[in-house]
């Protein structure tokens, strides 16, 4: 006889009774059910408390600081400034010193203010305990004066870069590009405002422009803090970034502005890591958007919200009536993403940012001219808009490539007109900024952009689904060894590898290599 016949025929052995199976099923969907319950909570909870609303509780009490335009010296021709990166302690909330680091200071940095035409020498000096870098966001300039990953400073050095201002009048920014360590380097305190004059640009001297008065720095910024220190944690469900719940402006808590004038010019940069505002005011009062991110727009544009993401700025002029007072507010912004997305990233945030309090008799100002500067006109004369390059933004990577140090990922010509398509492929927002250049938008998502996007841009915004295409060109300065960088200005993604690196080389000219001792260490 077979084994197996005397298998069939051995009585089967017991089975385990029904009910300890069950039993065993009956806790893991227990233990699911609970998971899940608590799950829900925990998004229930975060979906309550996650909706961020300073309207009415911000006290307005404290005079805004404005950040004092930086000194300098001419020699021999160059104007030199001296920027340094220090650490120390701020009084950022009331009755709290905070730990910070600022330039020449212990939070933000002073205001530096150039020519057209001049050449700027800035001796940067880091007196911090890690390298940095100080990259001039929005400046036309050599590749190795650029500031980014690849001009390091390190503890006790000092980075002399030197280049000649030659672009329109704008209002552009300065911040460390330590690559990996940006967000932490901004959000600790290290940014400053960039203004450019162009003494041949006739409508910015009808435009307010008495520094401090009737011409405003507004560099917004959000904050989390935990017993009087800054903190460093990030929202679990936020796509974003670190988003906070307390706004800074120019470094100042519950902000007023005494207003003198009848109008004022606010140069709004949203200098946060994450956040993206939608400004307006109070009384949802009409403002005449002026400039963007590269200079003055064809003409003033009357709106009355204005929306910027990490890195974009704006100049508005305000009208105010005599003895009144109205405050610059953020409304919950249009991020595009579904409801889950929108509500964790800020979609649903409110702010009272900034009051200001006109004075009982106002000196007249002169009317805003009618024509501001000439429009972008880098489409004139292409026989085709056809797209040069695509860069398709999701996740932490554009084109499927996290930034590497080393590797060039686009090479440029110089003086060639290129139409850039950026797409962002996820459910959350990015924004998508060149170095080195102004572009033009062309079109989002095959429509004409509307006019406060028709000016010079370095940095936009790209909701989800969205296709952004932008004319832009390199001028001036080639080098194939020393790469520019396009990145999302949502700084926590850029650290996290969602940047690219390029070069611009001569007519003919290839691509060289990344220096290796170049490197940012941190
Ligand atoms: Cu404002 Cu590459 O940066
Ligand atoms: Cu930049
Ligand atoms: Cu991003």
Not at 74 to 98: C, I
Not at 338 to 361: C, I, K, N, W
Request: hydrophobic content about 35%; proline content about 8%.
């Amino acid at each position: 006889m077979s084994t197996s016949t005397t298998a069939v025929e051995s009585p089967s052995p017991p089975r385990p009774p029904r009910s300890r199976t069950w039993r065993i099923v009956r806790r893991v969907l227990l233990v699911l059910a609970a998971l899940l319950l608590i799950g829900t909570a925990l998004l229930a909870y975060a979906w309550y408390t996650a909706p961020v609303d300073t309207v009415g509780k911000v006290p307005f009490d404290r005079r805004l600081a404005i950040p004092p335009l930086a000194e300098s010296h001419v020699d021999n021709g160059r104007r030199v400034f001296d920027l340094t990166a220090q650490q120390g302690t701020t009084e950022l909330m009331p009755g709290t010193e905070t730990q910070t680091w600022g330039f020449n200071g212990s939070y933000l940095g002073p205001t530096l203010r150039a020519e057209r035409g001049e050449e700027v020498v800035v001796n940067v000096t880091n007196d911090l305990a890690e390298t940095t870098t100080v990259h001039w966001h929005g400046m036309h300039l050599p590749a190795a004066m650029d500031g980014g990953p690849h001009q390091p400073i390190a503890p006790g050095e000092t980075w002399s870069p030197t280049w000649t201002i030659d672009q329109p009048a704008a209002t552009l920014w300065y911040h460390p590009h330590p690559h990996g360590a940006t967000e932490d380097h901004i959000y600790r305190g290290l940014a400053g405002m960039f203004i450019l004059d162009d003494p041949e640009s006739p409508a910015a001297q009808l435009l307010p422009h008495d520094y401090g008065v009737d011409d405003i720095p507004v560099i917004v910024q959000d904050k989390r803090f935990d017993d009087g220190e800054l903190t460093y944690g990030r929202s679990l469900f936020s796509g974003t970034g670190r988003l906070g719940s307390t706004l800074l402006v120019n470094g100042t808590y519950g902000p007023y502005l005494d207003v003198a004038t009848d109008l004022v010019r606010l140069r709004l940069l949203n200098a946060s890591t994450a956040r993206v505002y939608d400004f307006g005011f109070s009384d949802d009062r009409e403002f005449d958007l002026v400039a963007t991110d590269g200079g003055l727009l064809p003409e003033p544009v009357s709106l009355d919200r204005v929306l910027l993401s990490p890195g974009e700025r704006a100049e508005i002029v305000v009208a105010t009536a005599p003895g009144e007072r109205v405050e610059l507010r953020s409304y919950p912004p249009d991020l595009g993403g579904d409801f889950l997305t929108e509500r964790f990233d800020g979609g649903s945030d409110r702010f009272d940012v900034l009051q200001l309090r006109a004075a009982d008799e106002l000196q007249a100002s002169p009317d805003l001219p009618a024509s501001l500067a000439p429009a972008p006109a880098l489409l004139d004369g292409l026989d085709s808009l056809d797209t040069t390059r695509e860069f398709v933004m999701s996740g932490r990577s554009i084109n499927g490539q996290k930034m590497d140090m080393d590797r060039i990922d686009t090479t440029v010509e110089v003086d060639q007109t290129e139409i850039w398509a950026i797409t962002n492929r996820d459910g959350n927002v990015h924004n998508f900024h060149v170095h080195d250049t102004q572009f033009q938008i062309v079109d989002v998502d095959g429509q004409a952009p509307p006019p406060e996007l028709a000016g010079w841009k370095d940095t936009v915004l790209l909701r989800p689904g969205t296709t952004i295409r932008i004319a832009l060109r390199f001028s001036d300065y080639t080098d194939p060894n020393v790469p520019y960088m396009y990145h999302c200005h949502l700084v926590s993604h850029e650290d996290q590898g969602m940047m690219g690196q390029f070069v611009v080389v001569g007519r003919g000219e290839s691509a060289g290599e990344v220096d290796a001792h170049s490197h940012a260490r941190h």
